[in-house]
């Protein structure tokens, strides 16, 4: 019999960074692996918490406000940004959702300040004064084994995101605004580290990539097909919503 697998989740700065109900990402990220089997652990590292660069298969920072965000990115660079290169360097996923994201990055700059990133993603970026980019977003993703796939999910950020030149997009904007309504990107990645501004939230909106992290945090293992009538219509609807 084949070995009992677990997926262990680290949410990072849960009580803050979760703006958009980003806690439905979690939650489905739990459901998934609990409806096939597999152990599903959650454990939380807010501020002043140590973080333990073994203690998970996947990282996770959700969206917030900048006043939130100014609260967590000294801590964060401070005090988790050498477990998280650790962990990202030994293979595991981070995946930051929109305030999230962009402090993964080198920097997000509001203004006269500077909030400091962690740089585990070779972006940077400024809120602009111009208008917040909101509204349904969809964009096609470049990610082993599911290039040409669609996430759908909507957007609500200041920031204008910049990719330098070590950090792909984690896709290309098929409607909506992406990174900085610019240059039709949206998100990043550099090998497991993943940054996106799609809310939604993104997962139960996006069943497939819910499981294609699952599958990576796990090797790429192989799922059990789950019965995804309700996750196929949400998507469905992200999309019409998007209109891709
Ligand atoms: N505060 C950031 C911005 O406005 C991120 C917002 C968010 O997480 N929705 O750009």
Not at 42 to 70: F, K, S
Not at 79 to 104: M, N, P, T
Not at 212 to 236: V, Y
Request: with cysteine; hydrophobic share 35%.
């Amino acid at each position: 019999m084949a070995e009992p697998r677990t997926m262990r989740v680290c949410a990072l700065y849960p009580d803050l960074m979760n703006i958009y109900a980003d806690r439905g990402n979690l939650l489905m990220l739990r459901r998934r692996c609990e409806w096939r089997g597999i152990g599903f652990e959650l454990t939380g590292a807010g501020i002043g918490d140590p973080l333990d660069p073994h203690g998970a298969d996947l990282y996770y920072m959700g969206g917030g406000q900048d006043r939130d965000q100014e609260l967590c990115a000294g801590d964060l660079f401070e005090h988790k940004r050498a477990a998280l290169s650790a962990a990202a360097e030994r293979g595991a996923l981070v995946l930051g959702v929109c305030g999230g994201y962009q402090l993964l990055g080198h920097a997000y700059q509001l203004g006269e300040e500077e909030l400091p990133g962690i740089g585990l993603l070779d972006i940077r970026t400024v809120r602009s004064d111009g208008p917040r980019l909101i509204g349904n977003v969809g964009i096609e993703v470049d990610l082993p084994g599911a290039t040409g796939r669609v996430l759908a999910g909507f957007e609500n950020h200041a920031g204008r995101t910049q990719l330098g030149e070590t950090a792909q997009p984690l896709g290309r904007v098929l409607s909506g605004h992406g990174n900085n309504d610019l240059d039709g990107r949206e998100g990043a990645r550099h090998g497991n580290v993943i940054g996106t501004y799609l809310h939604g939230p993104l997962l139960p909106k996006n069943a497939w990539f819910a499981d294609w992290l699952i599958s990576t945090s796990l090797g790429g293992s192989e799922l059990e097909p789950i019965d995804d009538e309700l996750e196929q219509l949400a998507h469905a609807d992200a999309r019409r919503a998007a209109g891709v």
